[in-house]
């Protein structure tokens, strides 16, 4: 197994998979009597043919290191994880080579920030680090196809 190694998630290095959401930096605007910090517009949400939908996910907890044997994509869609406790998640992607995931990437998010997956963009399933595993999804609700799935000949091995 090759191993790939779990970095901190930080929006320059998840910019070519993604959004990082969270609340760095000061609120774009107070609203709510000034008691409410708003972090405007941070996702590139693009569902083509298509509406938003939100959902609910109750995922199993993993342990690192992580064997990875699956990556999926959805072409028609991005897709956002929001975690709905302050726990860490693991998030996987890989860049498209000539329609087939290439070389994955790992990172480790800190308690509080979430994910928005470019529409097409190959990513590991849903792995939480810690219970309870609940996740706010913002998808693609539509017609058609919309899950592309990946097995590696070889699996990789995620480490912290």
Same mark, same amino acid.
């Given at each position: ?18 959004? !990082?959401?969270?609340? =760095? ?19 590139r ?9 939100? &959902?609910l ?6 342990t ?13 869609g ?6 709905? &406790?302050?726990? &860490? ?19 480790? $998010?800190?308690?509080? =920030?979430? !994910?928005?997956l ?18 706010? !999804?913002?998808?693609?609700i539509?017609?058609?196809?919309n ?6 000949? $070889?699996?990789?091995? !995620?480490?912290?």
């Amino acid at each position: 197994m090759t191993a790939i190694t779990a970095t901190p998630l930080t929006p320059e290095a998840f910019a070519a998979f993604g959004d !990082v959401l969270d609340t =760095q930096g000061a609120p774009d605007r107070l609203i709510n009597q000034g008691l409410c910090g708003r972090y405007h517009n941070r996702a590139r949400l693009d569902f083509g043919a298509g509406r938003a939908g939100l &959902s609910l996910f109750q995922a199993a907890p993993r342990t690192l290191p992580y064997r990875l044997e699956l990556v999926e994509r959805h072409p028609e869609g991005s897709q956002a994880f929001i975690p709905m &406790s302050l726990t &860490s998640f693991l998030i996987i992607v890989a860049p498209d080579a000539g329609g087939a995931p290439g070389r994955p990437r790992a990172f480790l $998010t800190a308690p509080g =920030q979430a !994910v928005n997956l470019l529409r097409g963009t190959w990513h590991g399933v849903l792995t939480p680090l810690e219970a309870p595993g609940l996740f706010a !999804v913002v998808d693609r609700i539509g017609p058609g196809d919309n899950l592309e799935e990946h097995w590696f000949k $070889t699996p990789y091995e !995620v480490r912290a």
